[in-house]
């Protein structure tokens, strides 16, 4: 796939953040161009709760405590989004904060059981994990353990900005084979959610052929 073909797969602008991701097979748009997508729709720090603010970001709020192992800063999060190719549904973000707690490999079972109690009864609203969300999260925290990637709560992201999102998951090393082959089990697992059938190429297709039988039924 040539260099266009790839940066075709960024959202367009004016997407709603539901439908904002890009694909683990983006590999050659940058960092900071893919951000540039996500910027008109991500959350600031002041629309997000505090509660959610203390347990994933305690640096906003209490420098230097952290109440999880592998807490990182808002701007570092959407980063983390784009390197493991995930957008902003439930299970998007419970992959990511999984994946990057369970790279410290410093998390332990009573601090995993900790975060999803508050993850499933804390957190308000649309924050809220479902029994699914906290199995995707057990799932990626297992995987960012295994995983022979740095730690992704201790690298330098602004240092990734005009690389490439194939080089920056290379400096970091991460292993898109085993994203990929855990995305078509999530995929599989989890059909009836968007997030789940668009991180594979399959599920996009099935996702583009369902939207135009829906045009066409309209």
């Not at 410290?104 to 900790?114: F, V, Y």
């Not at 995987?143 to 330098?156: E, M, R, T």
Request: charged share 25%.
């Amino acid at each position: 796939m040539d260099n266009q073909q790839q940066k075709s797969l960024l959202p367009v602008k004016g997407t709603h953040w539901k439908k904002w991701y890009v694909p683990l097979e983006e590999e050659n748009a940058t960092v900071r161009e893919c951000l540039a997508t996500q910027a008109p729709v991500a959350a600031g720090s002041a629309d997000i709760p505090l509660i959610v603010r203390l347990i994933e970001n305690p640096k906003f709020d209490i420098p230097g405590i952290n109440l999880f192992n592998g807490a990182v800063s808002l701007e570092d999060h959407d980063v983390i989004h784009l390197l493991l190719g995930r957008g902003m549904l439930p299970k998007d973000e419970a992959f990511v904060i999984g994946f990057t707690m369970g790279s410290s490999n410093r998390m332990t079972t009573a601090e995993k059981k900790m975060y999803t109690f508050a993850a499933k009864y804390l957190y308000p609203g649309p924050y809220k994990f479902s029994d699914e969300d906290i199995v995707v999260f057990k799932k990626a925290a297992h995987l960012g353990y295994v995983s022979d990637c740095q730690p992704l709560d201790k690298i330098n992201y602004s240092e990734l900005m005009d690389l490439t999102l194939k080089e920056a998951r290379e400096r970091v090393g991460l292993e898109p084979e085993l994203l990929a082959a855990y995305y078509q089990i999530e995929s599989h697992r989890y059909p009836q959610f968007e997030e789940c059938l668009r991180i594979t190429p399959q599920g996009r297709e099935l996702l583009a052929s369902q939207l135009n039988a829906d045009k066409l039924a309209g």
